[in-house]
DNA sequence: TTCGTTTGAGACATCCGTGTTTCAAATGAT
DNA sequence: ATCATTTGAAACACGGATGTCTCAAACGAA
């Protein structure tokens, strides 16, 4: 088999990740497939968007279910809270290597069911920050919605400092919870 | 005296604000003048866009001059060093409410010159943070380069929380600060 | 009012990205 | 080797956005 649609899936991905505004033109190129073929597996551009927001849904839903954080907020338990805040922040680290062209590309948000899904997705993890905040894991002070964007906007800090190259790959998850956490001062 | 130019930067800003897809027609339509005369003020969308950029970098520009981080950094005084790191980010939530749309559309950073600009103005304010960080005002364990990042990343979450009303514009500023030096626990 | 300037509406050419189709070549299984 | 399937290259139509141009109308100053 020459390239599978998997491999299409993923090679598009690393490509949106260095270029979000990658045509079908460049995306075929980079995937090593004709534009023709690319268009026989997907039936056009939105569609291919929409399939790899979804990845990148899935990968997200994936670490909010690894971290177990709907558990953690119905035991009420700080030490279990603090236990799923950091494998939650530690799982979206390694996402937002993944999937960081769908953070901040508009484009995705328009796409058929796709913010639905990230509403709820979104809502879960506010669910989770606002148990914290009751178990006095989190501070009770900020708003809770507050400090869901908060987290998506350090995870835009994190793409951007791999990218550039500022803080090592190996560094950047406790460098992450150590700010988020404590600040910097 | 019909629309000026200045009138068309100021409400093009706002549009792309909303939309940072806008096409030319969009830009004539809602700053309230036809195509062919949005094309005698800019000479093309680059130029137009150029403009724009600008703009939002005289923004930053100033904010880093009236918070005189340059003089704070040199006294390496606590106090002073803290006051200014206030007036900064004071002024930066200021500045993303007006240009906000430039923080990640990625068009922006391919225009020629600004992304030297942005780069220069980035630099002086890592100079900051290294000064705040050697008088005991931001710690010194975290690289200082992320810690630029960070605020970039929390203007991000300034700009989400204003645009879906998360948290209060009066409100804004304080919860900024506490978070970037607190932390959220 | 008169005259020079500015503007808007529309027509037009051009470019670029998308999507489709065709056909020959490559591939792969038997 | 044969045959069915898959692929790539090219050509084509299409739509949307950009940029240019013209001309009549609106405007503003004298």
Redesign the pocket.
């Given at each position: 088999?020459?390239?599978g649609r998997d491999q299409i899936i993923t090679l598009a991905i690393q490509h949106l990740n260095e270029d979000p505004t990658a045509?079908?033109?460049q995306l075929a190129e980079a995937t090593?497939?004709?534009?023709?073929?690319l268009?026989?597996y997907f039936?056009?551009?939105?569609e291919l968007l929409v399939v790899l927001g979804s990845r990148a849904l899935d990968g997200w839903e994936r670490v909010q279910r690894q971290a177990a954080i709907e558990e953690a907020a119905a035991s009420a338990d700080p030490a279990r809270i603090t236990t799923a805040l950091h494998e939650l922040l530690t799982g979206l680290v390694n996402d937002v290597q993944e999937h960081g062209f769908a953070l901040t590309e508009h484009v995705m948000t328009k796409l058929p069911g796709l913010q639905e899904r990230a509403d709820e997705l979104e809502e879960r993890e506010i669910a989770f920050y606002l148990a914290a905040q009751r178990a006095g894991v989190l501070r009770p002070d900020l708003p809770v919605r507050w400090i869901s964007n908060t987290v998506y906007g350090l995870l835009v800090a994190v793409r951007e400092s791999l990218r550039r190259g500022d803080v090592a790959r190996r560094d950047i998850e406790r460098t992450l919870l150590e700010t988020f956490l404590r600040g910097t001062s």
């Open positions: 088999m020459a390239v045509s079908m033109a090593g497939v004709s534009r023709a073929t268009h026989r039936a056009g551009k939105e």
